[in-house]
């Protein structure tokens, strides 16, 4: 584990392997942990980069509100530090908004881009009431409302079956201080709408979903990437596909990468 300063702010990552630079972006709740199998995986072949966000994981916060530009730029911030002058993005939900920020404001350090149960479309405005409930709901039962949005994240049917994987997850999401919580749900919040980027076919897009994903509505999840060249692998199950969908992903994600 490395860690490079970013306006005075820890940031950690982990780099390993050679080859065509892939960006492991986590979502909220998580951190560079959850990718330790893929960077195996894939740091046979790749040059595989994992980075904490803002308030997650190894990286320390950075004021009340972490916006996804301010975590797109600490990720171009590690990339020069490692002389990455283009890396295909891969990023989990929130990592998916800091993926797409960053594509917007570093277009020619993007080579390609996976969403990966993610949007470009921005909060509804039931959305945005729903993160300034939940900032409110974190700072009353901090506990609860982690253990509860975890769980949550998965299809029904995989709640018992992957009940040992959604308990390590929790593990993890529980290390996130309050602070980092609460500024990346109000900088969610307030991200905007970047489906016009989609729409412009810059560089190769892959759109990974989950049928029965309880965070994003699948059918207007699909309707960002209409008329563009975008790829869509869609799978049966919720919104933690590389947990619930693991081995076939890594097959996919393989393929796309090359």
């Given amino acids: 584990m490395k860690n490079i300063l970013y306006k005075n702010t820890k940031i950690s990552y982990t780099d390993s392997g050679a080859g065509t630079a892939i960006v492991l972006l986590h979502g909220f709740l998580e951190n560079k942990k959850m990718w330790q199998e893929y960077v195996l995986f894939f740091s046979e072949k790749f040059r595989v980069v994992t980075i904490d966000l803002l308030g997650h994981g190894e990286s320390d916060s950075?004021?009340?509100?972490?916006?996804?530009?301010?975590?797109?730029?600490?990720?171009?911030?590690?990339?020069?530090?490692?002389?990455?002058?283009?890396?295909?993005?891969?990023?989990?939900?929130?990592?998916?908004?800091?993926?797409l920020a960053?594509?917007?404001?570093?277009?020619?350090?993007?080579?390609k881009l996976v969403l990966l149960n993610s949007t470009s479309k921005e909060d509804s405005a039931e959305k945005k009431l729903n993160r300034t409930r939940a900032i409110k709901a974190v700072k009353q039962n901090y506990v609860s409302f982690v253990s509860l949005a975890i769980a949550n994240l998965f299809s029904e049917k995989n709640r018992i079956r992957l009940a040992d994987e959604i308990e390590k997850v929790k593990v993890q999401a529980l290390k996130t201080p309050l602070q980092g919580i609460v500024a990346s749900l109000e900088g969610m919040k307030i991200r905007k709408d970047r489906e016009a980027l989609l729409q412009k076919n810059l560089f190769p897009?892959?759109?990974?979903?989950?049928?029965?994903?309880?965070?994003?509505?699948?059918?207007?999840?699909i309707s960002q990437i209409e008329d563009t060249t975008a790829e869509l692998v869609s799978f049966e199950d919720g919104?933690?596909?590389?947990?619930?969908?693991?081995?076939?992903?890594k097959t996919i994600l393989f393929d796309f990468f090359e």
Avoid: T, W
């Fill in 239 to 249: 919104h933690m596909s590389h947990i619930e969908n693991k081995e076939e992903l």
């Fill in 205 to 221: 897009v892959l759109l990974v979903l989950g049928k029965k994903d309880p965070v994003l509505n699948y059918e207007e999840s």
């Fill in 62 to 99: 950075l004021g009340y509100v972490h916006s996804m530009e301010e975590n797109a730029n600490a990720v171009h911030e590690v990339l020069e530090h490692l002389k990455i002058e283009k890396a295909i993005i891969l990023g989990h939900s929130m990592g998916g908004y800091v993926g």
């Fill in 102 to 111: 960053f594509a917007e404001l570093f277009p020619k350090n993007i080579q």
